[in-house]
């Protein structure tokens, strides 16, 4: 069974018809980028597998997604329960105005969990997962504002991480950041496909073939063409996806 | 695109299309130096050689700069590897036509005996070589593959040529001592038209990946 399916998945914002009849299976720990112009439908896509248009005014879903074969979408899904195991990183930076040490143990604390020895071992964890943890060891209870943008995206991977789930959404993590803390960035990605699936939007094609295994491009609400990301990159069975990805579109 | 990397494109294709009509001018060249054993025109073909290398150098040199600053995928990532390979392979046939314009320098031989060029069909050997790299230069102008493919059939008729001029002048060379050192020479014009066949091969191979992204490279013609 594929991680992530997503079945003739129609989406409207009122009568703007966002995503057109789209089916896509995403495999179990790889990393999958959706490329594509800004407001072909990629971001709306990707939120679609937390529930995060639910609450948009207008917003219209018709089609399946399933995520271990299970709908996300049936009426029995608690969505708080989703979000665990399908946790999500924005493209800016959104640490709590918290210690860094408050922000990754916040997702376990909401979980109900009170155990401060296991917490505490969780936080060094994600923050090792997350290529943090040498950087703020000495300063767990310091604002995580005091953190530089690109140690805060990866404070964010590593709150993100610390419930453990099977699912990292995540919408242009890199595209605030400067090139180093963008390697770093990328970096995590290749290390975490072990233990998640990643779903990643990207502008950046370079960034989308170096991080990803399968690439999907989007273009006014339709996935185009979507395959391995070397064949995308090498040889696009699309002349729409030659001409987006060499910058001949338009 | 941006056009600014539609001009660098365009400009790496215009200067491959130069270095290639200069290495097809040396070679028609070198098959006027054999044929008449002219070693005026030998001379000129050893002088030009140096602009040969010089393209060489120059479109290898844009091509790494079109990589780094410009970072192509797709098409123009296969372009710019195919204009990189046929550089190379555009370089070593100039080599060729310089080393059979070395050996109408060096020989001995004041004028070639017309009764062992036809037999030994050098001529055709030339004209060949010659209409494989005119149409290959025409099939990378206007992107056809079709075209480029139907030259891989003709380095067959330049194995064949090859093949058989070995026994020729050996022959000939038995009959003629005095001409014993002029034949060992001669049998490195054979083995370098074949050998610019094979580069010729390799070009037509590397337009086909450009075009359609398909790799021919080691698989039989009609396999």
Known sequence: ?250 | MVKFVESELSQLKREVDQMWTLVYNQLEQSQSAVLDLDRTIAQQIMVRERRVDAFELKIDSDVEDFIALFTPVAVDLRFVLAMLKINGDLERIGDYADGIARFVRDTDMETMDPELIGRLQVKEMFEVVLKMLGELQEALRTEDAAKATAVLSMDERLDSINKASASILADYAREHPEAIPFCLGFGGVFRKLERTGDHLTNIAEEIVFYVDAKVLKHKELNG
Not at chain 1, 16 to 39: C, D, Q, T, Y
Not at chain 1, 56 to 61: E, H, Y
Not at chain 1, 102 to 108: I, R
Not at chain 1, 130 to 146: D, G, M, T
Request: hydrophobic share 40%; net charge neutral; aromatic share 8%.
């Open chain 1, 1 to 250: 069974m594929e991680k992530i399916e997503a079945k003739e998945v129609n989406f409207h914002y009122g009568d703007f018809h966002a995503l057109k009849n789209i089916s896509m299976e995403i495999p179990r720990n790889k990393v999958v980028a959706f490329i594509g112009p800004s407001g072909c439908g990629k971001s709306t896509f990707l939120r679609l597998f937390n529930r995060m248009n639910d609450l948009v005014p207008g917003a219209r879903l018709s089609g399946k997604i399933l995520i271990d074969g299970k709908d996300i979408y049936a009426p029995d899904v608690q969505v708080d329960e989703l979000r665990k195991d399908v946790g999500m990183v924005f493209q800016r930076p959104n640490p709590f105005p918290k210690s860094i040490f408050e922000n990754v143990a916040y997702g376990l604390r909401v979980n109900g969990i009170k155990d401060k020895e296991f917490i505490a071992g969780k936080v060094e964890e994600a923050l090792k997962g997350a290529a943090l943890w040498n950087e703020v060891k000495e300063k767990l209870n310091a604002s995580a504002y005091a953190l530089s943008g690109g140690q805060q995206q990866r404070l964010c991977i590593a709150r993100a991480m610390a419930v453990s789930p099977s699912v990292l959404l995540m919408d242009e993590p890199a595209s605030a950041l400067d090139p180093i803390s963008t390697a770093k960035i990328e970096e995590l990605i290749c290390e975490m496909r072990d233990k998640v699936t990643i779903v990643i939007v990207t502008h950046n094609m370079q960034q989308a073939s170096r991080v990803s295994d399968k690439t999907a491009f989007f273009y006014m609400g339709e996935m185009i063409e979507y395959d391995d990301t070397k064949l995308i990159f090498t040889n696009p069975r699309k002349e729409a996806t030659q001409n987006y990805i060499t910058g001949r579109f338009g």
